[in-house]
C-alpha cells in the first residue's frame, strides 16, 4: 500500500477562474444567439456546439487545481478536482535529489500548469498552480518543479518519507 503522509491542495488565481468563466459564457451566449437567429447566408449552427462548449469549460474548470501528495513510495502531483487528468509521479527509488527552490514561471516556465520550460540554465518540467515556489526533484528523467505554497513543509515531508522509503529497503 502507498499511503499518503502529506497533502497540499492548491487552486489557481481567482482571476484565471473569472476569465474562464467570462470568456466560455460569451463563446456559448454567442452559440446560442447563433442558434436562435442563424445567418442567412451560411450553414445552421449545429445544436451540440454549444453543449460541447459547456463540457470543455467543466473540464478546463476541472483541471484547475492541483493536489500534491507525498506518499510511502513517491511524490505525486496531479490537475483536476473532480478526477485526475494530468498528473506527474517520481518514485523515490528514481529520486536522486531534492530541493526547495523559487523561480520565475512566466519567464521560465511559460505560466502554470503543467509546463515545459527551462531552470538554472536546463530543461525542466513544471507543475504548479500560482506564486513562484516550489521543491525541485531530481531524477533519471528531465527535473521536476512542482509548485506550493509551503515548500518548506512539503520538503520536509519529502525528507521524512525518503528516510522511512530508505530504511525499508534496508
Do not use: C, H
Not at 467570462?22 to 449552427?45: C, E, H, I, R, Y
Not at 470543455?56 to 487528468?85: K, T
Not at 528514481?94 to 526547495?100: G, I, L, N
Not at 525541485?136 to 509548485?147: A, N, Q
Request: no cysteine; hydrophobic share 45%.
Amino acid at each position: 500500500m502507498n499511503r499518503t503522509l502529506y497533502e497540499e491542495t492548491q487552486r489557481f488565481a481567482i482571476w484565471v477562474y473569472v476569465t474562464l468563466a467570462l470568456t466560455m459564457s460569451a463563446v456559448t451566449v454567442g452559440q446560442f444567439l447563433l442558434l436562435m437567429n442563424p445567418p442567412k447566408d451560411s450553414d445552421p449552427l449545429p445544436p451540440v456546439v454549444p453543449i460541447i462548449s459547456i463540457v470543455v469549460a467543466i473540464l478546463l474548470a476541472n483541471l484547475l487545481f492541483l493536489r500534491v501528495r507525498v506518499r510511502e513510495n513517491d511524490v505525486y502531483a496531479q490537475l483536476g478536482f473532480l478526477f485526475p487528468m494530468m498528473w506527474r509521479r517520481i518514485g523515490f527509488d528514481k529520486m536522486q535529489e531534492y530541493r526547495m527552490v523559487k523561480y520565475k514561471p512566466l519567464r521560465e516556465a511559460g505560466g502554470w500548469g503543467i509546463r515545459f520550460g527551462m531552470f538554472e540554465g536546463k530543461p525542466a518540467s513544471y507543475v504548479n498552480a500560482r506564486g513562484d515556489r516550489g521543491v525541485l526533484l531530481i531524477s533519471d528523467k528531465r527535473p521536476l518543479i512542482i509548485g506550493s505554497q509551503d515548500p518548506e513543509r512539503l520538503a520536509e515531508a519529502i525528507a521524512r518519507a525518503l528516510e522511512v522509503f530508505q530504511r525499508a529497503r534496508g
